[in-house]
């Protein structure tokens, strides 16, 4: 649905160069929620605004539902050409600070895209109303933004970026000026958009829960590249993904030295079953768990779980192989239990 292919953005003044894009490729298929996420600084907001081409990249293609946006030209009046208007008014957006005219009532902002879009007042208000009723607002149409909670004004966001019915949303940091519990109905509201609408979602964030709580693939973006990206289940079951450690952290630290620690991933069907107690039977080992959790992730049950084993990783390499034979992934994490993972071979 959306396709980047070598995206590059230099920004250029008179004194200096920043890259902020080097090269992404980033493939979202249709109907899916597919978070960016990064530190401050890696290039989030540069990909997003390239995506609509609110910025001009530099060099590479951006291609949503199959048009090559980037063969568009983006003329060099006030107002863009015809062809890039279309395209963009399939293109929804949802910004942090929501982005509402202060002037208008909540209904008069929804209706502000079919204003640009020429649509009849009659026309504009059936959709503005129907679009209210969709995100739990069909009360508020005569407020005014002030008199709404952060919250509200993103879903008024919301409904105006879905007034052109767009088949793809972006959302830029759309969450992050918003309490934790909002913060989850603003992401069960993209997530039921998303399902009933089929919408495809591409958001940026820094926040790790946003991406666990809805997106069904991810990337991870630093100095302006893709370094991961992947359905959340695949990383989850990569050896060494950072992503998916820091999705799901497991903590716990060694009792004693000379031992094996081990971190398993448990997915599906393997979380229900007796894992540790069969590794103890099977070579008569003492299992300590060290730390453990399930979660869901992407609505789905996760499991992970760090044991100590007695003995070097050499001594281990029967009890290690038969974690792996149950289709569990298995990774064994430095000493002290830190990130910096040597990935099981
Ligand atoms: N208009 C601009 N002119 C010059 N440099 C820019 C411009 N916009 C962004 N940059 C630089 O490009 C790099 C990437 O910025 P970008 O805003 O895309 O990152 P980000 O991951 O979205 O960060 P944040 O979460 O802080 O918004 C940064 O070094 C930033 O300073």
Redesign the pocket.
Known sequence: MITTTDLTKV?R?RDRE?T?LDGVNLHVEQGEVYGVI?R???????LIRCVNLLERPTSGTVSVAGQDLTALVTGTGARPPAALRRARAGIGMIFQHFNLLSSRDVQKNVELPLEILGHSGRERERKALELLDLVGLADKARAHPAQLSGGQKQRVGIARALAGDPKVLLSDEATSALDPETTRSVLQLLRDLNRQLGLTVLL?T?EMDVVKTVCDSAAL?REGRVVESGTVQRLLATPGSELAAELFPVGGTPTEAGTTVVDITFHGEAAGRPVVSHLARAYDIDVSILGAAMDTVGDRQIGRMRIELPGGREENALPLAHLREQGLTVELPGRGGDLTKEAAK
């Open positions: 920004y003044s920043v902020a990064g401050s600084g890696a290039g989030k907001s540069s940026i820094h973006m």
